[in-house]
């Protein structure tokens, strides 16, 4: 019995399925080169700040600079504790937050519970557009705006402070405590609201009392992940903060971060090598370790509270 499929037509269909085999066989690799990429970047990044940072404790005691109250690798007297540069960090890290994530919270209610679907198409991308404003932009907007409106309040307060710093690196966080805990709360199923709405619940007690509890963990691993992010910040607090490392909760004063101190030194006036210069790869480390754990609160409060339906 003669086929009724024509040579030229058998040849295609072969062609094509070669070509497909050969995709699923090509496309696989590519994909596996990209991961072993981003997980080859990583390991290069912790050996490179794992040898300099041990090179640098042969130098000076782990526990000098783990408790040390005093920062000035540069001048003399020379001390490396890094308690000052720490307290620095986290007093503008905390500080953002609480500006940050109530603000944050609430334009996430809005948008979830009470904006009509037309306003949240139009307000949800203009927030987000604070994501992608230059930190150097937001450094001089703390420097030359905030500040003067600050020190009209607080007179005693100094160019260079860690309050102004900290307030607009919180407003530099909104869009991500906003968008990932609005995105948590859209997740939640309408029944639920449904049956709050049956049961007489007003609006405002089915968004505290049904749709927060229920997005929890995607509310707080969205904070825990705006305080890494903030923790991370440099160009802000290089402007704005000031270069002073201070063991203070003053939030009034000058202060230094880790972030702040890493871009002073890495401008090339340290010699290569040297003890100043391994400085960098210890405060380094030090970031890399706190963020780290960070993330691994953030995943682990997300599998912990995660509410499935």
Same mark, same amino acid.
């Given at each position: 019995?003669?086929?009724?499929?024509?040579?030229?037509?058998?040849?295609?269909?072969?062609?094509?399925?070669?070509?497909?085999?050969?995709?699923?066989?090509?496309?696989?690799?590519?994909?596996?080169?990209?991961?072993?990429?981003?997980?080859?970047?990583?390991?290069?990044?912790?050996?490179?700040?794992?040898?300099?940072?041990?090179? =640098?404790?042969?130098?000076? !005691?782990?526990?000098?600079?783990?408790?040390?109250?005093?920062?000035? !690798?540069?001048?003399?007297?020379?001390?490396?504790?890094?308690?000052?540069?720490?307290?620095?960090?986290?007093?503008?890290?905390?500080?953002?937050?609480?500006?940050?994530?109530?603000?944050?919270?609430?334009?996430?209610?809005?948008?979830?519970?009470?904006? !009509?679907?037309?306003?949240?198409?139009?307000?949800?991308?203009?927030?987000?557009?604070?994501?992608?404003?230059?930190?150097?932009?937001?450094?001089? =907007?703390?420097? +030359?705006?905030?500040?003067?409106?600050?020190?009209?309040?607080?007179?005693?307060?100094?160019?260079?402070?860690?309050?102004?710093?900290?307030?607009?690196?919180?407003?530099?966080?909104?869009?991500?405590?906003?968008?990932?805990?609005?995105?948590?709360?859209?997740?939640? !199923?309408?029944?639920?609201?449904? @049956?709050?709405?049956?049961?007489?619940?007003?609006?405002?007690?089915?968004?505290?009392?049904?749709?927060?509890?229920?997005?929890?963990?995607?509310?707080?691993?969205?904070?825990?992940?705006?305080?890494?992010?903030?923790?991370?910040?440099?160009?802000?607090?290089?402007?704005?903060? @000031?270069?002073?490392?201070?063991?203070?909760?003053?939030?009034?004063?000058?202060?230094?971060?880790?972030?702040?101190?890493?871009?002073?030194?890495?401008?090339?006036?340290?010699?290569?090598?040297?003890?100043?210069? @391994? +400085?960098?790869?210890?405060?380094?480390?030090?970031?890399?370790?706190?963020?780290?754990?960070?993330?691994?609160?953030?995943?682990?409060?997300?599998?912990?509270?995660?509410?499935?339906?």
């Amino acid at each position: 019995m003669e086929s009724n499929v024509a040579p030229s037509t058998t040849t295609k269909m072969n062609f094509k399925n070669s070509r497909s085999h050969l995709s699923d066989k090509i496309v696989p690799i590519i994909l596996f080169l990209c991961a072993a990429l981003s997980v080859l970047t990583t390991i290069g990044i912790v050996v490179t700040l794992l040898s300099e940072t041990i090179n =640098f404790f042969k130098s000076v !005691p782990f526990m000098d600079f783990l408790f040390g109250t005093k920062w000035s !690798p540069l001048i003399e007297p020379k001390a490396f504790g890094i308690l000052p540069l720490l307290s620095g960090t986290l007093l503008v890290t905390v500080i953002a937050c609480i500006v940050a994530i109530p603000i944050g919270l609430a334009s996430a209610i809005y948008l979830s519970e009470y904006a !009509p679907k037309r306003v949240r198409k139009i307000v949800k991308p203009i927030l987000e557009v604070l994501a992608g404003v230059p930190t150097i932009v937001y450094g001089y =907007f703390a420097l +030359t705006f905030v500040t003067p409106l600050l020190k009209s309040i607080f007179p005693s307060m100094g160019v260079f402070n860690a309050l102004s710093a900290g307030i607009v690196v919180g407003i530099m966080i909104i869009p991500m405590v906003s968008s990932l805990s609005e995105d948590a709360m859209s997740a939640v !199923p309408k029944s639920l609201r449904h @049956g709050a709405y049956a049961l007489g619940a007003t609006r405002f007690e089915v968004a505290l009392k049904i749709v927060v509890p229920a997005a929890f963990s995607g509310i707080v691993s969205s904070a825990v992940l705006a305080f890494s992010r903030a923790i991370g910040e440099t160009m802000i607090v290089a402007v704005a903060a @000031g270069a002073t490392p201070n063991l203070t909760l003053n939030p009034l004063e000058s202060i230094q971060t880790m972030t702040a101190y890493i871009v002073q030194v890495s401008l090339g006036d340290t010699p290569h090598g040297s003890v100043e210069y @391994g +400085t960098i790869f210890a405060v380094g480390m030090t970031l890399f370790v706190i963020t780290f754990l960070l993330n691994i609160l953030a995943q682990y409060v997300a599998r912990r509270f995660r509410e499935e339906y």
